[in-house]
């Protein structure tokens, strides 16, 4: 059994940039138990004026758009201009498997092997917030071990992309061209979250197409609101294959930041999710609170049969177990 680590030794490990220690100061994180989470606490407090300093990037794109090839292309293109990269993932399923996903690594071998790069699987939690508040305090270890890229790619088509966009500076749409209708398949909301737009697979005979689809896809962002940080989003097109258009990508990211950040609606956007973190933290502590209360497990129980039974209705069960508990997350 491997040595617990003292809270000196996770701090200044992870301050100094080991990565076995970043691991370790995660696997911390991720744990349930109460000892755990005090230590992790602790430590993430020590760290917290080491942190902030990266660009925050949140990664998403419709199936099939190649979105692992893609940030083993981007992230070992800003590796070689000299960045350390961290990649972590927000996985909804992990929840359902108690597993994160299979072989992050595997899909990035490159990249994994990287010395400026981090990998790390999504993960697992009973919540997508639960998932998602892991995944922050993992983004601010990696931050204080000197990682000035973080990666966050959302996993599978859902609640995810919001969870991912409360947590990054700039927000990435992938997708493609020459998939039907090119506006199908994408959620409008989700586009309405991007900062900017890639369409992938952008080589061979798809280059013409992409070159459309960019067109229509510039076309249809003119038709949302703008933007309140006065950013208008871009479509770009790139190949991950040919490592074509990386470059660009990186310079529209740099150009955001520093729009964002002369008119102050970067650090605005930060402090505001900080809090917004905070109140998740709440929400999260409170539902663990009250669903561990003895009280609350055996009433939950019985009020789970009637409601079954069809002899109460979920709303009433719902109401009494707050009422009869309502101290119970005190």
């Known amino acids: 059994m491997r040595k617990r680590l003292s809270k000196e030794e996770l ?7 080991d990565t076995i220690t970043l691991s370790r100061a995660i696997t911390l994180i991720e744990s349930a138990l109460l000892s755990d ?23 998403t794109g419709v199936p099939g758009v190649g979105k692992s090839t893609f940030i083993e292309s981007f992230g070992s293109y800003l590796c070689e201009q000299g960045h350390k990269v961290a990649v972590l993932a927000i996985d909804p399923s992990s929840q359902k498997t108690s597993g994160s ?14 010395p400026n790069a981090f990998i790390r699987p999504s993960p697992t939690g009973t919540s997508l917030g639960g998932v998602a508040n892991k995944t922050r305090e993992t983004m601010l270890l990696c931050e204080a071990a000197g990682f000035d890229v ?11 992309e919001t969870a991912v966009k409360g947590m990054v500076d700039f ?26 737009i890639a369409i992938t697979k952008a080589d061979g005979e798809n280059v013409k197409q992409s070159k ?21 989003p871009k479509v770009l097109i790139c190949s991950a294959v040919d490592k074509m258009g990386l470059d660009s990508i990186w310079e529209m990211i740099e150009e955001y930041k520093a729009k964002l950040k002369t008119n102050g609606y970067f650090d605005q956007q930060r402090k505001v999710q900080n809090v917004d973190w905070m109140n998740e933290a709440i929400r ?16 939950l129980e019985l009020l789970k ?6 002899k109460i209705t979920p709303q009433s069960a719902a109401r009494k177990l707050l009422q009869d508990n309502s101290n119970s997350a005190k």
Not at 172 to 193: R, S, T, V, W, Y
Not at 284 to 297: A, E
């Open 101 to 114: 996903i299979l072989g992050d690594k595997t899909r990035m071998e490159k990249l994994a092997h990287h």
């Open 171 to 196: 927000f990435l749409l992938l997708m493609l061209a020459g998939a039907g209708d090119e506006l199908q398949g994408i959620k409008k909301g989700i586009m309405e979250m991007a900062d900017g």
């Open 284 to 299: 999260q502590g409170l539902l663990i609170n009250f669903y561990n209360s003895p009280k609350v497990v055996d009433q």
């Open 212 to 232: 459309q689809a960019k067109n229509e896809y510039q076309n249809a962002l003119h038709l949302f609101p703008p933007s309140e940080s006065g950013w208008y």
């Open 305 to 310: 049969q009637k409601v079954a039974d069809g």
């Open 11 to 17: 701090i200044n490990g992870v301050l100094g940039g």
């Open 37 to 59: 989470r005090e230590l992790s606490e602790e430590v993430l407090n020590a760290i917290l004026p080491k942190t902030g300093k990266s660009i925050r990037i949140g990664i």
């Open 150 to 160: 973080i990666l966050i790619e959302t996993v599978g088509v859902g609640q995810s």
